[in-house]
């Protein structure tokens, strides 16, 4: 009884509010995309760390011809130094930081810069001897860069060491800048849904004062009188929150699947069951939001 | 049933207090008026026993419990023992008879069985057999009033709180409406009545509780609106009174 007799309550109001309701579904459906979507930018860094950090490498670029560096005034590299760069790699104070390493020749680096450029017509301008040989390092901890760097930069023969996960950290930099900006815009919304919640709740206590007052005066409980327009403003937060939830994994599906992941095939992108895993998170913030935000409203308007 | 000790209720610290230091008792079972021009705290009376407000001062004792130190969550099983009835209705527009009297249950958690069984029994009671699915605007002011009384007796409380319920009603209809209540009264309901309606407070013949300016100025059984006595102007009738109960 009790509770087919709330759900009756919870229905009315819905009906009686329809406009409000309706508005209160779009802004925490808006507001919950903007966290969504900043979560799945972490998500997408997370990806993009995990697969990146391991195959990214310190690289040590030897003396070329032409090099400026301050370690290749004797020119290019020689047999010596070369051998001499590899005796400090296998040395122990070294070898304690690094995982393995090898030679990449000109030819090499010629090789993968014709992959990685393949559709680039800068491929034909280049050939193997404008491209540097080097050492590739992969570290065992990543953070310990700068001992390497430290280490080789002085050496003769050395022109540059490069940490590419330098590179890297300026792409997530831009991606959490992106998530930061949807994080901002998602609290500004998160404002609008608490006061349009709150709004909503204080609207629907009004237009049913004259159960309420009926309901106190016949000794309801404080849950039966206020729990209908608690249930009001979390069903639809939950429905906005759901739609943002479809809109994240449409976006992963079609987007980031059907569209980004062509384009870019090397890239690991996160996966539309992946970002299901967001929805939950949605839902439940959604529905904190209104729960609190229509608690605290009724404890102002609705005596009981 | 009801008790009032030394109670006094301030609404504004500058005016002057609306119920002053009341000590009254009315036993279970009784029936009674409370009379007094408007602003007399008869209302305030009646807000004080169902703990809409709590009293400045003094013990409000309903059915033994003192309601003024009673905790918050507590008010709703105190309100189920009190039955209101207003002088305008206050039925719900949009549900027939027999949803508004069930409305009371429901909000209590009753079982529909029991609602089923209890609201035709109480619509007879107030006299409104076979009018279970009219809507409250197709009825005359004295049926609404009828309705509201059912609603209010639904749940069998121990007291009934009626503030003016003939106050919108023609002289006939209320007399319709006091024997519904004299009836509630028998089957053993204590009755508080307040209201400005001489006549019928003349014709029952109860106990009248006279209220002036938040002073009772007159308790006497089987009175009638207007004292017989000569009454005491209350100044000197508190110095005088002592140890009065």
Request: hydrophobic residues 45%; charged residues 20%; contains cysteine.
């Amino acid at each position: 009884m009790r509770v087919t007799f709330i759900l009756g309550e919870i229905a009315s109001g819905l009906r009686r509010n329809v406009s409000m309701v309706v508005s209160v579904i779009l802004v925490t459906f808006v507001s919950l995309t903007f966290v969504g979507a900043a979560g799945m930018l972490q998500l997408q860094i997370t990806q993009m760390k995990g697969y990146w950090y391991d195959r990214v490498q310190v690289a040590i670029f030897l003396c070329g011809e032409g090099s400026t560096a301050p370690g290749c005034v004797s020119g290019p590299v020689t047999g010596e130094q070369q051998a001499a760069l590899a005796d400090l790699l296998e040395s122990p104070a070294v070898a304690q930081y690094v995982n393995d390493y090898h030679y990449e020749t000109r030819e090499e680096a010629y090789e993968h810069f014709k992959e990685q450029f393949a559709n680039s017509p800068i491929v034909d301008s280049v050939t193997p001897d404008q491209l540097p040989s080097s050492f590739r390092i992969n570290l065992k901890d990543p953070e310990k860069y700068q001992i390497i760097s430290e280490t080789f930069s002085s050496q003769p023969g050395v022109e540059t060491v490069v940490d590419q996960r330098q590179l890297l950290e300026r792409l997530f930099s831009v991606m959490n800048g992106a998530s930061l900006v949807a994080i901002v815009i998602a609290g500004i919304m998160i404002v609008c849904a608490i006061l349009l919640i709150a709004t909503t709740i204080r609207l629907s206590a009004f237009s049913r004062r004259r159960e309420t007052a009926i309901m106190r005066l016949v000794g309801a409980s404080k849950i039966m009188i206020q729990l209908p327009f608690v249930l009001e403003g979390v069903i639809a937060a939950a429905v906005g929150a759901v739609l943002a939830s479809a809109t994240l994994w449409g976006v992963s599906q079609f987007f980031l699947g059907d569209v980004l992941a062509k384009q870019y095939p090397d890239t690991a992108f996160i996966s539309p069951s992946q970002t299901l895993v967001l929805a939950p998170l949605l839902i439940a913030l959604g529905i904190l939001l209104a729960g609190v935000s229509s608690i605290v409203t009724l404890r102002r308007y609705l005596k009981v | 049933m009801i008790r009032f000790e030394n109670v006094t209720k301030v609404y504004d610290r500058k005016a002057r207090p609306a119920l002053d230091s009341v000590s009254l008792e009315i036993q279970r079972g009784e029936f009674a008026f409370l009379v007094g021009a408007s602003g007399s705290g008869k209302s305030t009376f009646l807000r004080l026993v169902l703990r809409e407000d709590r009293a400045t001062s003094g013990g409000v004792f309903v059915a033994g419990q003192n309601v003024a130190s009673l905790s918050s969550w507590r008010v709703p099983r105190l309100r189920r023992g009190i039955g209101v009835v207003f002088q305008d209705f206050r039925l719900l527009p949009q549900k027939t008879v027999f949803a508004n009297v069930a409305f009371a249950m429901q909000v209590i958690g009753r079982n529909r069985s029991i609602i089923r069984d209890a609201v035709p029994e109480v619509l007879k009671t107030v006299g409104l057999e076979g009018k279970e699915h009219r809507m409250p605007h197709e009825l005359s002011g004295g049926e609404q009033q009828r309705v509201a009384i059912a609603r209010a007796v639904v749940n069998r409380p121990g007291i009934l709180l009626a503030d003016e319920p003939t106050g919108n009603l023609d002289p006939s209809t209320s007399q319709g409406i006091m024997a519904v209540l004299d009836k509630i009264n028998q089957n053993g309901t204590t009755v508080v009545m307040a209201t400005h309606d001489t006549d019928i407070v003349n014709s029952m013949r109860k106990r009248v509780i006279e209220l002036q300016d938040g002073h009772v100025i007159r308790d006497e059984a089987r009175a009638l609106y207007t004292s017989l006595i000569p009454s005491v102007p209350p100044a000197e009738r508190r110095d005088g009174e002592g140890g009065r109960a």
